[in-house]
């Protein structure tokens, strides 16, 4: 018996307009942009849409009405989820029809499709918390399997997930920590003892998302037929073919004129040709096989480039100066209770915001292997730390009226007091409710000194 | 393989990028093992120095001296004065002549040079040296290429082009047998206003020279005291140059953070009416004149900046980002110019777009990190733009035209 388990990682971020210095303490709004360019994030959902959401979506469901036994994974960022909901809403229905049929399976991640986990412990669990309560409230079902932003994975992160209940987790299924052995089989994490890791066969993912339509690749064009040929060729090698790649990758990334959506449209057929092959959710999967090793990965495992860790989104001076900038801001923005200020906070948190500033090989002169909607890593850099820096002043702003409310408040306490009371109080009363009101203001002015 | 180069100025000349191109090309040659006879006009600064710079190579490159002297960068009717000879009396004896004028004894000298020398190739750097190189390949039948290191189009900013300039460099391109430009930028310039084939046209970007610049004593000490921020202009004072934008971007800036400081280091014929545009739009205070820097006081002076901006209208290529990194200043630079091809760790922004311009200037002066990520990654960079992969180009150029020569 083979099975394949296929999942299609659904994310847009809101992409920050070209916020100048100017803007600072002017403009609340940054990812409101309403130009031609690749800024505007109406206009990029509206437009992949168009190309890839509506024509797979059609694709996805023709499948599963015709072949009772396909089956497949979503993930969703919360980011993408709401700008369906603003921006195209049939779109967003069309997912929950898909998931409707009991067949799609939908994994847990974080809300805001950030590098919280290995900033922040806190957040991350707020975040991933966040989603399953949206997933829950969108699509009626519950993730039991965790997928974590550009599937970076580490032990611990493992580890976190076996002890919050997650049956199942999904990561790179990388040579280095592989070695000789097949990634179609399932692993234990070290230092786990029930959880178990799906890990992505990048061969063959890759040649769907990434190589499908280059017609320099000795395998173009793929067929179907092909293709179901090499998964085939696992038969006996292994249990499990998981085949993780961007959703996107149809349609947006392989234009239709690649052919992939008519590959999409051949492959369920195709694989299950051979009478022993079937596709199973990644819960299925996870409940049908047993671990045959354990998956060791100390250090920060990712999907991207041959590098397989974080130096896409951290690996130079500006990326991590941004990044810490915007942790570093956790404690002052947490504590100001305003949901509007969190949730602006979140979404500066995604990783693209971090990808944009990537610099990697682009001394080469390769500055197309980065996709970016600015002009260069600087250009992105600049718009996200205005904006960052006009939080960072309408976070302080917001705990410095919390203080000054405080403190009125103080001060109005006996006109209340002696409002509401026709008996003289007990001065210790009076005492132990002037020292609590003091507590709050010091704390509060705690924070604001040491932001 | 031995090649007969006109140029117009040569080091330790204070002239410009032209001198400091042809110098890195003709010693990269040299390494190359390409013969190199470089023809000059006479100009005593150029005379003693050049031999000086060519000393470790004496034995292959003659310097020739015809009897012009030119300055750069004039227009054709600016009137120089050239000295000719001596009154009976021993005082020397100038004659004004045009620019034009120059050229054209330029070119009669350099078909006599022709006629006396061996040589396989013909190499004109500048329009200046367009007719020479012309006149050489009349005289001796051998290819010739054109080094396009500006047009008129850049020198008038795109506008008042200088009629005899561009008839000068349209001829002349369509009688060259392959013209190389020091960049894209302006390779795109040759083709749309001069009518030149694609096919005939090589980009061949400037190199730069990569050794670790010593550290000087900081200049501007008083201001830097007081945590001022200093952003730097650093060249002619032209229209080409987009001076007058940079001060309208300084106004932007210093009403947002009145602690910022420019400094406009150089010479032109813009100069004055910089001077009054500052007054004008009150920023006296705010901007300083540095007058013509060279050598070890503008090495000082990139050094001790915070940013440098280079803000050209029209740029054939443009040195000043790469010396500004080499002293580990940052730049600004105008997406109008050839080195904006080649730099992917500098800031770059259109230079009509004054409030972008101001935008980025402040951001940079904020974030710290980011000015020194990009002096840190663009100094990996320059080490990939050598004159010697730019040599490389050239001498396959050479061996392309002289492959079915006998």
Redesign the interface.
């Given at each position: 018996m083979l099975t394949v388990c296929p999942y299609f990682h659904v994310h847009q971020p809101y992409r920050v307009k070209r916020y100048?210095?100017?803007d600072i303490g002017n403009d609340e709004h940054y990812f409101n942009d309403d130009s031609q360019t690749d800024l505007n994030n109406r206009k990029i959902v509206e437009k992949v849409a168009e190309k890839s959401y509506r024509p797979t979506n059609r694709i996805l469901k023709d499948l599963l009405d015709t072949h009772p036994e396909f089956r497949f994974n979503l993930s969703f960022s919360g980011t993408v989820l709401d700008q369906f909901e603003a921006y195209a809403p049939d779109v967003l229905q069309s997912f929950q029809e898909l998931v409707a049929t009991g067949r799609v399976e939908i994994l847990a991640d974080t809300y805001h499709h950030s590098l919280a986990f290995f900033y922040s412990l806190p957040e991350f669990e707020r975040q991933v918390n966040k989603h399953r309560e949206r997933i829950e409230s969108l699509f009626g079902v519950t993730p039991r399997v965790f997928r974590n932003t550009e599937l970076s994975y580490r032990n611990d992160l493992a580890k976190w997930c076996e002890d919050n209940g997650y049956l199942g987790i999904m990561a790179e299924g990388w040579d280095k920590y592989l070695g000789w052995r097949s990634p179609n089989f399932l692993y234990r994490p070290a230092g786990c003892s029930s959880i178990k890791v799906l890990l992505k066969n990048y061969k063959l993912s890759d040649d769907i998302a990434f190589r499908f339509g280059n017609r320099e690749w000795a395998g173009w064009p793929l067929q179907a037929d092909t293709y179901a040929n090499w998964i085939h060729a696992h038969h006996g090698d292994g249990q499990t073919v998981n085949l993780f790649m961007d959703y996107e990758s149809f349609g947006e990334h392989q234009w239709e004129d690649t052919g992939i959506f008519n590959f999409l449209r051949a492959l369920p057929e195709t694989v299950l040709r051979r009478k022993d092959t079937s596709f199973k959710t990644a819960t299925e999967t996870v409940q049908s096989y047993d671990v045959i090793g354990e998956y060791d990965v100390p250090d920060v495992l990712t999907w991207a480039d041959t590098d397989r860790d974080l130096t896409a989104w951290v690996g130079?001076?500006?990326q991590q100066?941004a990044i810490a900038a915007t942790y570093r801001l956790e404690t002052d923005v947490m504590a100001t209770e305003d949901m509007q200020l969190i949730e602006t906070w979140r979404k500066l948190q995604t990783s693209d915001h971090f990808y944009y500033m990537c610099?990697k090989w682009?001394?080469d002169?390769d500055?197309h292997a980065y996709f970016s909607p600015y002009?260069?890593p600087?250009d992105a850099?600049?718009a996200f730390?205005?904006a960052l820096?006009d939080l960072q002043l309408r976070v302080k702003k917001a705990t410095d009226a919390t203080v000054v409310e405080t403190v009125s408040e103080v001060t109005a306490t006996p006109a209340a007091v002696l409002n509401g009371i026709r008996v003289l109080p007990e001065e210790d009363s009076i005492l132990e409710l002037l020292k609590k009101l003091f507590a709050s203001v010091r704390r509060k002015i705690s924070r604001v000194i040491s932001s | 393989m031995k090649v007969l180069t006109f140029g117009w100025e040569f080091p330790p000349s204070k002239n410009g990028g032209l001198g400091v191109a042809c110098y890195g090309l003709t010693r990269e040659l040299l390494e190359a093992g390409v013969e190199v006879v470089f023809v000059l006009p006479r100009s005593q600064k150029t005379l003693g120095n050049a031999k000086f710079l060519f000393a470790e190579f004496g034995e292959l490159v003659s310097v020739r001296h015809t009897d012009i002297t030119l300055e750069p960068y004039l227009q054709s009717d600016s009137k120089v004065e050239v000295f000719v000879g001596y009154t009976p009396d021993g005082r020397p004896m100038y004659v004004s002549r045009s620019i034009l004028e120059e050229v054209h004894r330029f070119a009669h000298q350099a078909s006599i040079i022709a006629k006396q020398e061996q040589f396989d190739v013909i190499h004109a750097h500048d329009w200046t040296s367009y007719l020479a190189g012309v006149a050489a390949k009349k005289a001796s039948g051998k290819p010739l290429i054109l080094h396009v290191h500006a047009t008129s189009f850049d020198q008038a900013g795109g506008m008042n082009v200088d009629p005899a300039v561009y008839r000068i460099e349209t001829e002349a391109f369509a009688f060259a047998d392959q013209v190389v430009t020091v960049s894209g930028y302006t390779k795109n310039m040759i083709i749309e206003h001069h009518h030149v084939p694609e096919t005939k046209v090589s980009v061949v970007h400037n190199g730069c020279d990569t050794h670790e610049p010593p550290r000087l004593q900081p200049t501007l000490a008083e201001l830097k005291a007081q945590g001022r921020k200093i952003v730097l202009y650093h060249g002619r004072i032209s229209i080409q140059k987009g001076v007058d934008y940079f001060v309208k971007a300084a106004r932007?800036v210093v009403d947002?953070d009145p602690t910022v400081v420019f400094v406009i280091s150089g010479w032109g014929d813009m100069l004055q009416q910089v001077i009054e545009q500052v007054g004008a739009m009150r920023l006296s205070e705010h901007v300083r004149f540095a007058g013509a820097l060279w050598e070890e006081e503008r090495d000082r002076m990139y050094q001790s900046v915070d940013l440098v901006v280079m803000p050209s209208v029209s740029e054939p290529f443009g040195l000043v980002p790469l010396e500004a990194m080499l002293h580990g200043t940052p730049s600004l630079i105008s997406k109008q110019s050839g080195v904006s091809e080649v730099l992917?760790?500098v800031?770059?922004v259109d230079f009509w777009d004054t409030?972008?311009m101001?935008?980025?200037i402040?951001?940079s002066l904020?974030?710290p990190?980011?000015r020194?990520?990009?002096v840190?990654?663009g100094k990996?960079?320059l080490a990939?733009l050598s004159w010697r992969s730019a040599a490389e180009k050239i001498k396959a150029i050479y061996q392309r035209l002289l492959q079915y020569a006998t």
């Open positions: 100048r210095v100017f130079n001076d500006i100066d610099t682009s001394n002169g500055v002009q260069s600087y850099y600049i730390m205005n820096s | 932007r947002a992917t760790h800031l770059k409030e972008e101001a935008n980025q402040l951001a904020r974030y990190v980011m020194s990520q990009l840190k990654e990996q960079q990939g």
